[in-house]
């Protein structure tokens, strides 16, 4: 069995000076970092100005919601990669609520986004893929999302990027649109090449302004800049880490190549593994484990990851900045989330679409103005549960049929009693529970996996056939979803491929 990373010492020099610039100024306010290691000299800061008379319209809070696609556990602090360079998160997080032990309602992006900006799960509404969209479906094209609910009662609702899977305009008072989407693509692949065009990574394009996510970040700012006559409730959504996972050099840079530690693996990982579920976590379009490892690209493919997740801090870093020196900053609630997790390698798996950890763990931190100093929360919470918190923390009222629980007791008391699981679902009657020390995952076929974190964190023993633990099953069990609503018509099963009908996530996209 291999070990899992090697010690931190053995970071390389520029690795070990980025990280001690961050720790250095990891005390200031939210937003006060920015990556600056290695790659200060093409930023430009922002000039010395008074801050701004704090703008009041009203007691409720503006709202700044920042998404991120495809982030997993590899961020500063949450541990999940000690080589994780994201000062911006890592600052964010000393004055908010860290929710440790948060997940997806479905591991992959159209019917998690669905799931959150509608209140409901997937085993309700029948959106377990790519495919139908939220206003092509039966069961959600009249659905009232979280930013019209926003509108509907006293709120400006704006946004720029991906927070619906495909759709925005008309999902808020102003959408600025997609800024490019997933960016500029090279002229070949760099990753040698396998299947879908989107599963790439290495150094592209030359500059940080050919990017979207730089593009967005600038729109998101402006909008801070302003003045409002009314609370405002803006969305910025980010398009990297997904693939490709393709940004300028200067990020790799942060992550010499020859330094880069793999992800937790064991070769047997799977041996235990029921074939349902070894089956349902293959993408149809990602590489093959044994691709990567025989064209010696994993090593490539998470330096790659890394460089993409320190980006993406970098540009959180300047939306918090802008928010910091606006006349917002002490009435506005900041929330930041990624729609899944993603597997590098984990399990014998790449991208999302499994029912494991990796794959459903997600970034979920919160920040109300009256917050001072950072907590830790490992409750096992739901991106489900942030409609009724907006509810409670804005004072809106309440929707009916959110299936999702206010967060508002944790944070107040991160240790509060909570006694609700996270449950994923991928497919009718496929679904995880996530309790504090647990995982069970049971299938359409009646196949199991249960998982002890408390000695298992990597989820590489299942124990579900073992007699000693029917109780755990057992207990576990009663939390499944009683509403298992067949795969909504129009539902596209596998993943998108190249020019077809699912492709959502192209440049042409209608955004």
Request: glycine share 6%.
């Amino acid at each position: 069995m291999k070990q899992r990373f090697a010690t931190q010492t053995d970071l390389p020099l520029p690795m070990r000076m980025a990280m001690l610039m961050w720790l250095i100024t990891g005390l200031a306010s939210i937003g006060d970092v920015s990556v600056r290691a290695r790659c200060a000299a093409d930023d430009t800061d922002a000039p010395s100005a008074a801050r701004p008379e704090p703008q009041r319209p009203e007691s409720r809070p503006n709202v700044l919601m920042i998404a991120v696609d495809d982030l997993n556990d590899w961020v500063g602090c949450l541990g999940g990669h000690p080589q994780s360079v994201t000062p911006n998160l890592d600052a964010f997080a000393q004055r908010s609520v860290v929710f440790t032990n948060a997940h997806c309602q479905a591991p992959i992006c159209n019917p998690s986004r669905i799931s959150l900006l509608t209140g409901t799960r997937p085993s309700t509404t029948g959106v377990y893929y790519l495919g139908p969209l939220l206003r092509q479906c039966d069961s959600t094209k009249d659905a009232v999302t979280l930013p019209q609910h926003f509108a509907r009662h006293g709120y400006h609702t704006m946004a720029a990027g991906k927070i619906f899977h495909v759709e925005g305009k008309g999902e808020f008072d102003l959408y600025a649109g997609n800024m490019g989407g997933m960016g500029p693509r090279p002229p070949k692949p760099i990753s040698g090449g396998h299947s879908h065009p989107l599963w790439d990574w290495g150094a592209f394009p030359d500059g940080d302004e050919l990017m979207p996510d730089t593009k967005i970040a600038a729109w998101a700012s402006e909008q801070l800049a302003k003045s409002y006559d009314q609370p405002f409730f803006l969305a910025c959504g980010f398009y990297r880490p997904h693939v490709p996972m393709t940004v300028p050099h200067k990020w790799f840079d942060l992550h010499p190549l020859d330094q880069v530690q793999l992800p937790a693996y064991t070769e047997t990982d799977l041996d235990d593994v029921p074939a349902y579920g070894q089956d349902l976590s293959y993408s149809a379009v990602a590489p093959r484990h044994s691709w990567i490892v025989e064209h010696d690209e994993w090593r490539h493919a998470v330096q790659s990851y890394l460089a993409s997740v320190s980006f993406v801090d970098a540009q959180v870093g300047k939306v918090l900045d802008a928010l910091r020196t606006s006349a917002h900053a002490d009435n506005t609630m900041v929330v930041i989330w990624s729609d899944h997790g993603l597997h590098l390698g984990t399990k014998q798996r790449w991208g999302k679409r499994s029912l494991w950890e990796d794959s459903t763990r997600v970034v979920l931190m919160m920040h109300r103005p009256e917050d001072t100093v950072g907590t830790k929360c490992n409750r096992p919470v739901e991106l489900l549960d942030l409609f009724p918190t907006f509810n409670d923390l804005c004072q809106l009222p309440p929707v009916t049929g959110l299936e999702g629980r206010s967060l508002t007791p944790l944070l107040d008391d991160a240790n509060a009693a909570w006694p609700w699981p996270a449950i994923t679902s991928f497919g009718q009657q496929n679904h995880a529970v996530r309790t504090q020390n647990w995982r069970y995952i049971r299938y359409v076929d009646g196949s199991e996996e249960l998982y002890d974190h408390r000695v298992d964190p990597h989820e590489w023993t299942n124990l579900a056939a073992r007699p000693e633990y029917r109780g755990v099953v057992r207990e576990h069990r009663r939390w499944l979803p009683q509403v298992n609503q067949p795969m909504a018509p129009g539902s596209v099963h596998a993943d998108a491929r190249p020019g077809s009908a699912a492709d959502i996530d192209s440049d042409d996209a209608a955004q």
